[in-house]
């Protein structure tokens, strides 16, 4: 891994540097895992197409969230399966053919059945009740506008007919959780599936991505080992535990300050390019490449970026040590980071994107 090379190459613009073989590695080890589950990359967390690329050997398809997905990957892997699932479909997305449609309520079902004679392969999305302590984020498991309750997937279970075709169940109830959680919400969601007469599963993405210990992973053995044997055939979908851990964003340190007495390390670029701490209330892990070649004394410092506003923070009251043109490259920046931030917010330059090129 060379990062150094690019963090001793960065001007004034910041980088975005992704570990294509670490993440070919990466994707092996998951498969390698999960014998005999399909396993489709949620696509929103990085459509990448070096990505996507990278991915595509080692999964069985691609999950996308929009139309707007659907196209994009089905430009750069054409042969690619989709799952295209979703809140908020249009009448244009109903009319697609993906390999699966994850319906979200009776009335996309009514929409869908109105708009087309053409078959169309259907999981119907379900918000369940389930033990979610210790998620991220919440999906299901309550009243929110993802899925349908059982009352939903009873009602378009009446309605389902030709050429929409009833294959099974989707749920995606929660992100952040660790392979045992995980599981526990597997039971509910199988449970819930053999009583609609479901064939087909998918439990979805979520695993859990630690931003606070970078070396923690996943345990995909762990997670395999517990869907192993399950009669039905099982999909899953993860997001950011597939790519955040092969891209960095890497910047440089502008200017230290010391303001009513807190001392603030302003960096080129920002979350406008690395929103992820911000969205998840995190301190962005980094690591430092140093202009210079004595050891300074560490400090407690606020790292931010170029924007004006006080949200503009990649990690607060951290101990390191900076100074003026060090390259600070943030780890764990491989999901849900360039493609959420609000890119054109103050017009400042987008970064550059490399690829430590491991595949041509
Ligand atoms: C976002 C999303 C995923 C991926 O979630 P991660 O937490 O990134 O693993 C999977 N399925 C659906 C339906 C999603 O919306």
Redesign the pocket.
């Known amino acids: 891994m060379n990062l150094r090379r690019y963090a001793e190459r960065l001007g004034d613009v910041p980088a975005y540097v992704y570990d294509l073989p670490g993440l070919d590695a990466h994707a092996a080890g998951i498969r390698r895992a999960l014998p005999g589950v399909e396993i489709y990359y949620?696509v929103?967390?990085n459509p990448d197409p070096w990505l996507l690329r990278t991915v595509a050997p080692h999964v069985d398809g691609f999950?996308v969230?929009s139309g707007g997905e659907f196209a994009h990957v089905r430009e750069v892997l054409p042969g690619a399966r989709l799952a295209f699932?979703?809140p908020g479909k249009t009448d244009g997305d109903l009319r697609l053919t993906p390999y699966r449609m994850?319906v979200e309520s009776p009335g996309e079902l009514r929409r869908l059945l109105a708009g087309r004679r053409e078959p169309v392969d259907v999981l119907l999305?379900a918000n369940l009740e389930v033990p979610l302590a210790g998620a991220a984020?919440a999906?299901g498991g309550g009243a929110t506008p993802?899925g349908m309750d059982p009352g939903g997937v009873a009602e378009c279970l009446e309605l389902v007919r030709e050429p929409v075709r009833f294959r099974g169940i989707?749920a995606?109830l929660a992100?952040?959780l660790a392979a045992e959680e995980l599981l526990k919400v597997a039971g509910a969601v199988l449970e819930f599936a053999r009583e609609v007469g479901a064939a087909e599963v998918n439990l979805?993405?979520?695993?859990a991505v630690d931003y606070a210990r970078p070396e923690a992973r996943f345990d995909w053995a762990a997670y395999g080992a517990g869907l192993a044997g399950t009669p039905e055939r099982l999909r899953i979908?993860?997001?950011?535990?597939?790519t955040a851990y092969c891209g960095w964003y890497l910047t440089k340190v502008l200017d230290l300050k010391r303001v009513h007495g807190e001392l603030f390390a302003v960096l080129t670029g920002g979350t406008h390019h690395l929103r992820t701490p911000v969205t998840k209330g995190h301190n962005q892990p980094f690591t430092v490449f140093s202009a210079g070649s004595s050891t300074l004394p560490e400090e407690t410092v606020t790292l931010v970026g170029q924007l004006c506003t006080p949200k503009d923070v990649f990690a607060r009251n951290i101990r390191t040590s900076l100074r003026v043109g060090d390259v600070v490259a943030f780890a764990m920046a491989g999901?849900?980071a360039w493609n959420i931030s609000h890119h054109d917010f103050l017009m400042h330059p987008k970064p550059e994107f490399h690829y430590i090129s491991g595949i041509s």
């Not at 979805?204 to 695993?207: D, E, I, W, Y």
């Not at 979908?237 to 597939?242: L, T």
């Open positions: 949620a929103k967390a999950e969230s699932g979703g994850h999305r984020l999906m993802f989707h995606h992100s952040g979805g993405g979520g695993m979908e993860p997001g950011r535990a597939m999901a849900y």
